[in-house]
């Protein structure tokens, strides 16, 4: 498809279990963001990449928390040791532009719950 | 330190009526971007606005508008006529031009209730 592209959309584990959730990215975009949503809240930024450059981390909450993104396109966001507190929708966007002024192009989510 | 204040949780109107959705912003930088952006019941963003921080135009589209005050750090949204398919969750969000810091800064949210 164009848009982009998340897996699992739904993902239900237990408590200390880790999770992988998949991004792929619209076809060119060189920035790509995972944001997570916690239910009723606004958009937490986690990380952010942008082409070849160092990503950056500043927004994961604990060291639980990693991505990579694989010769600038699919990206991972792992979740090491699941929390409760974790459970969110988690949302991956990507874009064409760098500097801040880029129109970001967001997935469906993945909703993440953890029992 | 970028933040993005949507002081307004939830709105409610009957359709047909105007209705203005508030945001406010705080940055160091002199060049940044605003935007809007409209999350429906299904759950996918989706851009509506991006201004610059040079640009202090008005803008119009269709039933939407923008009033963006640098003096009051404002970007407030305001829908004419409104209509049940307007009913969603708006945010506002920010962003500084600086290189290595341009990740999108997102307020709480507002969600809009059009009551037919």
């Known amino acids: 498809g164009a848009g982009v592209s998340q897996s699992p959309s739904n993902k239900v584990t237990e408590k200390g279990k880790d999770v992988e959730l998949r991004c792929d990215p619209i076809?060119?975009?060189?920035?790509l963001y995972w944001y997570r949503q916690s239910l009723g809240q606004g958009l937490e930024f986690l990380i952010y990449f942008q082409g070849n450059s160092a990503p950056d981390k500043s927004g994961l909450p604990s060291d639980r928390f990693s991505a990579e993104r694989t010769g600038g396109s699919v990206s991972t966001l792992t979740i090491q040791r699941t929390q409760q507190e974790d459970s969110a929708v988690y949302l991956c966007?990507?874009?064409?532009?760098?500097?801040?002024?880029?129109?970001?192009?967001f997935g469906e989510g993945s909703r993440l719950t953890v029992l | 330190a970028q933040k993005v204040t949507q002081a307004q949780t939830e709105i409610s109107v009957v359709e047909k009526e105007d209705v203005t959705l508030d945001c406010v912003y705080e940055t160091r930088d002199t060049t940044y971007y605003l935007f809007w952006y409209k999350q429906p019941p299904s759950g996918e963003l989706v851009f509506l606005i991006r201004r610059n921080s040079f640009d202090e135009q008005n803008e119009i589209s269709g039933r939407y508008s923008w009033n963006f005050q640098k003096s009051t750090s404002s970007f407030n949204f305001t829908i004419t006529a409104s209509q049940v398919v307007d009913s969603a969750v708006y945010f506002c969000?920010?962003?500084?031009?600086?290189?290595?810091?341009?990740?999108?800064?997102f307020g709480t949210g507002t969600r809009l209730t059009i009551i037919p």
């Open positions: 966007a990507s874009s064409t532009s760098s500097g801040g002024a880029g129109e970001l192009f």
């Open positions: 969000a920010l962003s500084e031009a600086r290189r290595g810091n341009e990740k999108l800064t």
């Open positions: 076809s060119g975009h060189t920035a």
